[in-house]
């Protein structure tokens, strides 16, 4: 596999200013992948000059015309979706019957954005005089500036990339120091496709000095994130000096809800395969599992016994349902709230730690805990982990409560067939996305964002879009 390490700034495959490179690991065996080019804040200042500079004819072109290149860069993330599906396995981790999925859902953003662009309307106003006439209509916000996660390096940018193009906005982006790889392959679908000169840059390297630049940069106008909490506290903090537009995709700790009336085959399975989908490595991943008392016994039996029957190891192989955590910090992170869970009096019903017959690579057994309670960290904090902690409820004001009870307001899951708990949940559980019924509700023409500590602002839909546009009120004396 021929792998493109540059960056992508002003139409161009460029090296950084300073020559500077970063190796990527394959954290299945802790190898170099490939050296990619690395620098600083100078690099994502020529980038933004550059997007600057296209941003004038990028703006004016009409929606059907910039629809018909994202059309463009959707079929060639279609075309091209099996090598970047291997690039996701080899940098990040993930067994490739997942990964598959994700450039066809990033592909999805592009053509969802490329008709939504058209339907971009304004809207004329009733005036209160006759002299008068009054009308809105919208205006690209600028040049955005992106930073984006490692877990899924692919269509979490392209949540991103579709709307601003969409809405007439050129950007720059920084992925991950751990997954450029496949990102760069999207911009070769970019690139392809016919994206005009500096519309869209991507530029690797230190994340403070760069994040800095975007705050600190006046030609960038908008900085959107998807990470950590903390982080997002920095920018939005630093966005505040120039009153930049932001958004916050952040950290997630996701109620998992099974009431008594529930398919509980059904729910167990489905409470394993996303729990342990990249070792619950997922901002909108089941964390927290509150379970009927009626049924708890029966669903953590079912739990244990599905996840025993997982297989880690190498994403390559095609047996394998589990892969690497990330990094030593990600591995360390899971064995730390693990610990903690323990010696606060929790039980550990399978896995626990390390598979012993893999010496090579960060691999955390699929691990199911009961005895659990709101005061350990598992309970409290987002694990990013591959950790199913199972609590047992009575009363539903009890699990809503509880369920309620952290900073976080990204995702919730209920599993139930009652309509008046459906109706209740939905309009009591305090998180941006609800799945009733569904642990999968993530699509391109629904919005995507959390409420609380989870973040501000929302990715696909019309929410998605209108992200990226000013509202310009017109009144016209006639």
């Not at 005061?375 to 409560?401: C, D, H, K, N, T």
């Amino acid at each position: 596999m021929d792998l493109q390490t540059s960056m992508y700034i002003d139409g161009r495959w460029v090296s950084s200013l300073s020559r500077g490179h970063r190796n990527v690991i394959n954290p299945a065996n802790e190898g170099v992948i490939a050296e990619v080019a690395y620098g600083g804040a100078d690099d994502i200042r020529r980038a933004l000059e550059a997007a600057h500079r296209a941003l004038p004819a990028w703006s004016k072109m009409t929606a059907y015309e910039r629809g018909k290149l994202l059309r463009r860069t959707a079929e060639l993330l279609e075309q091209n979706a099996e090598e970047i599906a291997r690039l996701i396995t080899l940098e990040q981790g993930r067994p490739l019957a997942d990964t598959r999925g994700e450039p066809r859902g990033a592909a999805s953003y592009f053509d969802w954005f490329a008709e939504e662009a058209k339907r971009l309307y304004g809207r004329v106003v009733p005036a209160t005089v006759g002299s008068k006439r009054h009308f809105v209509i919208h205006h690209p916000v600028g040049v955005c500036g992106f930073i984006t996660p490692w877990n899924f390096p692919v269509i979490l940018p392209a949540r991103k990339m579709a709307a601003a193009l969409a809405a007439g906005c050129t950007f720059v982006i920084r992925p991950a120091d751990e997954t450029p790889l496949s990102l760069i392959k999207v911009f070769e679908c970019l690139h392809q496709a016919g994206i005009p000169t500096g519309v869209a840059n991507l530029v690797m390297g230190d994340g403070p000095d760069q994040g800095k630049e975007l705050l600190n940069n006046p030609i960038c106008r908008k900085v959107s994130f998807t990470g950590s909490v903390a982080v997002g506290k920095e920018l939005m903090r630093g966005a505040a000096d120039q009153l930049k537009r932001i958004s916050l995709e952040l950290g997630g700790h996701a109620p998992f809800i099974v009431f008594e009336d529930a398919d509980i085959e059904a729910a167990a399975q489905v409470a394993v395969a996303h729990k342990f989908r990249n070792n619950g490595q997922v901002c909108i991943c089941p964390s927290r599992f509150y379970v009927s008392h009626e049924l708890e016994p029966t669903f953590t039996e079912l739990c244990v016994r599905q996840a025993k029957k997982l297989r880690v190891g190498d994403g390559f192989d095609p047996d394998v349902q589990v892969g690497p955590m990330q990094s030593p910090k990600m591995l360390q992170r899971a064995e730390l709230i693990l610990e903690d869970a323990v010696h606060k009096g929790a039980e550990i019903l399978c896995g626990g730690g390390r598979p012993k017959t893999l010496t090579q690579g960060y691999f955390f057994e699929p691990t199911v805990v009961n005895r659990v309670d709101q005061g350990m960290l598992l309970m409290r904090e987002e694990p990013f982990s591959p950790i199913l902690p199972v609590v047992a409820f009575e009363q539903i004001e009890e699990v809503i409560r509880h369920a309620n009870g952290t900073a976080y307001g990204l995702a919730a899951y209920v599993f139930t067939r009652d309509i008046r708990t459906i109706m209740r949940v939905a309009e009591e559980l305090e998180f941006g996305i609800i799945g009733i019924n569904d642990a999968t509700p993530a699509t391109a023409q629904c919005p995507f964002g959390g409420m609380k500590s989870s973040g501000i602002g929302r990715e696909g839909g019309q929410e998605g879009l209108m992200e990226y546009v000013e509202s310009k009120y017109v009144s016209v004396g006639i």
